[in-house]
């Protein structure tokens, strides 16, 4: 399973860890992926979401409605 929202899109980012010496090396900042359940109601079903924690708030806010709509749009299948 790869670490990206469906909703927002927020995917691992990186940067540098940093030893006690000063020295670099590569590291993965991974972002809070959540499995979520959704009733969507105009398809009488239910669809199983991949969501960081601001796609959730951001579902909570505009509706599963819309928030599918959104992932649709984008060319997502769901």
């Not at 900042?29 to 960081?52: A, D």
Request: glycine letters at 6%.
């Amino acid at each position: 399973m790869s670490a990206h929202c469906q909703l927002t899109g927020r995917s691992p980012a990186f940067g540098n860890r940093i030893s006690h010496s000063h020295r670099r090396t590569r590291r993965r900042f991974n972002p809070n992926i959540q499995h979520k359940r959704y009733w969507l109601p105009s398809e009488n079903r239910f669809v199983r979401l991949t969501l960081s924690a601001r796609g959730i708030k951001t579902v909570d806010a505009i509706g599963i409605e819309r928030a599918v709509a959104r992932i649709r749009a984008r060319g997502e299948k769901i």
